[in-house]
């Protein structure tokens, strides 16, 4: 088991900046990859961000590419989400995740923070 746990949301306005982390617990060696997801309201969720622990090779969504970079300090067990030039449209809850394979099979999700973008 892994648990993920999730901080650092809140309300900023457009233009501005946050920054999340997500703390990782438990089994965290048996996770290659740690992303961050995201759900608006009315919306599906979708994927952000990746990267891959013993690499650091990390992947974006093309939506936030450029505006938001994920880094990770496997010492640690954190992976924080850098977020930069947030738009309203990036307003949602933002989920942590652990994948043990990768691809589209994530095992562990954190309980989620509020990122609020205000115009």
């Known amino acids: 088991q892994v648990q993920l746990v999730e901080s650092g949301g809140g309300l900023v306005q457009a233009g501005g900046s946050l920054r999340l982390s997500c703390a990782a617990s438990?089994?965290?060696?048996?996770?290659?990859?740690m992303g961050w997801f995201r759900q608006a309201p009315g919306k599906e969720r979708e994927f952000v961000a990746r990267?891959?622990?013993?690499?650091?090779?990390?992947f974006y969504t093309n939506s936030v590419k450029g505006r938001f970079t994920i880094s990770g300090d496997s010492a640690k067990s954190t992976v924080d989400l850098q977020m930069n030039s947030l738009k309203p449209e990036d307003t949602a809850v933002y989920y942590c995740a652990a994948s043990s394979i990768g691809g589209d099979r994530w095992d562990y999700w954190g309980q989620g923070t509020q990122v609020t973008v205000s115009s």
């Open positions: 438990g089994r965290v060696f048996s996770s290659r990859f």
């Open positions: 990267i891959t622990w013993s690499s650091g090779n990390t």
